[in-house]
């Protein structure tokens, strides 16, 4: 996808997208500024003149509203967050438990648990029903992440992927990046899911998703159904593959600058768009899992997601952070050498091509991430549990 000039309005946003529809592809649209008041924060500026699209990192209502007013057009999820969000108006969930417990007498801890997911989700979902309108489904949406115990099944992650996307009309499905992932994503795609790839930490496996959107765009188009409103998003956890860098840098004693590794994911999302563009792929890529501020600073500009936490928005704007376009400013050449020459499990990430999709399920940052999924999807199900069998 070309990046879209930084100086489109909604008026552009709107023409660019009602071409598509004609077309039959996904349109290509910045947010744009929200209303003709001058924006007062760094964040509202940033959205207001750049192409770059601000996501809440989170689910929580009060929070989405507020990234909302700085010019959020979407919101992200997976089962930690969801986790923290229930745990952070626990009286309202609890209470809500009890009562879907006694409509469903038969229904199991995760059951019960998923179902206040889903209502969490889509409570969320109705804040972004107007920036869902405005973008024509490419911005405006909620993200709902598939069950992880589901991660070793395409058919039970498409099928649930078809599910959530009904939830809704905004609903955006995450799966994995995994080689079953893959499957599920090109499938999902082809049902009319607009699909946000998660566990996804490298090049390789932003294009492998990219290209398996591609392919469920083109088989639902040949058989002539629409997906001019479908806006699909690869993530980058950036923040989780310094994380792995770092862990992979100490167990194997590598001597590097400490400082490079906070532009490992950086880099490699910055290696990942100018793929994107180079391979014509329509879905958007997405940052996330913030670590540093680079991780937001470096991709402005680009036609690009950023999902920061609310906590990072607020400091954003408390230190008037200056937000220029900084997305095909490349990483310094002594860095981003030194990373290659130095960390091997860097270039693996870093090469479009440096990991087959075989070699995704074991990378180490999907491993790691796959296991803390799996282990707050476990803490929801004892959060359920003392709701129906509290201690005497």
Avoid at 52 to 72: F, K, M, V, Y
């Amino acid at each position: 996808m070309t990046a879209t000039s930084a100086a489109a309005a909604t008026s552009a946003a709107t023409n660019t997208a009602a071409t598509a529809a004609t077309a039959g592809t996904v349109p290509d649209t910045g947010p744009g500024p929200a209303t003709g008041a001058a924006p007062a924060s760094p964040l509202a500026k940033m959205t207001a003149t750049q192409p770059t699209a601000l996501w809440n990192d989170s689910a929580d209502p009060r929070e989405l509203s507020q990234a909302i007013s700085w010019g959020a057009v979407g919101a992200t999820c997976n089962p930690v967050i969801a986790l923290s969000c229930i745990k952070a108006d626990q009286a309202r969930w609890q209470a809500r438990l009890a009562e879907l417990a006694a409509a469903h007498p038969r229904a199991g801890e995760s059951e019960l648990g998923w179902k206040v997911v889903e209502e969490l989700s889509a409570d969320a979902a109705q804040l972004l029903e107007p920036a869902f309108e405005r973008y024509q489904g490419i911005n405006g949406r909620l993200s709902l992440q598939t069950d992880p115990r589901l991660h070793r099944d395409a058919q039970a992650l498409a099928d649930q992927a078809e599910h959530f996307s009904a939830l809704a009309p905004n609903v955006i499905v995450k799966i994995p990046a995994t080689a079953v992932g893959l499957e599920a994503i090109e499938e999902a795609t082809y049902r009319g899911v607009s699909v946000n790839v998660t566990v996804s930490f490298t090049a390789a496996q932003a294009v492998a998703a990219g290209q398996a959107i591609e392919r469920g765009l083109k088989r639902r188009q040949a058989e002539g159904e629409d997906t001019s409103k479908m806006g699909p998003v690869v993530t980058i956890m950036v923040g989780r593959l310094d994380d792995w860098m770092r862990e992979v840098v100490k167990r194997e004693r590598i001597a590097i600058d400490p400082g490079y590794l906070e532009w490992a994911g950086v880099a490699a999302f910055k290696r990942a768009y100018q793929a994107f563009n180079e391979l014509g792929l329509r879905a958007r890529l997405l940052s996330a899992a913030y670590r540093n501020i680079l991780h937001l600073t470096e991709f402005v500009g680009g036609d690009v997601v950023v999902s920061p936490p609310f906590s990072w928005q607020v400091m954003i704007n408390d230190n008037n952070l200056e937000l220029g376009a900084r997305m095909d400013s490349p990483v310094e050449h002594n860095i981003l050498a030194g990373l290659l020459e130095r960390v091997p499990e860097f270039r693996r990430a870093y090469e479009p091509d440096g990991l087959k999709p075989a070699e995704f399920d074991t990378f180490g940052a999907t491993r790691k991430t796959l296991r803390q999924f799996l282990a707050a999807n476990s803490e929801l199900d004892a959060l359920v549990r003392e709701v129906l069998i509290p201690a005497p």
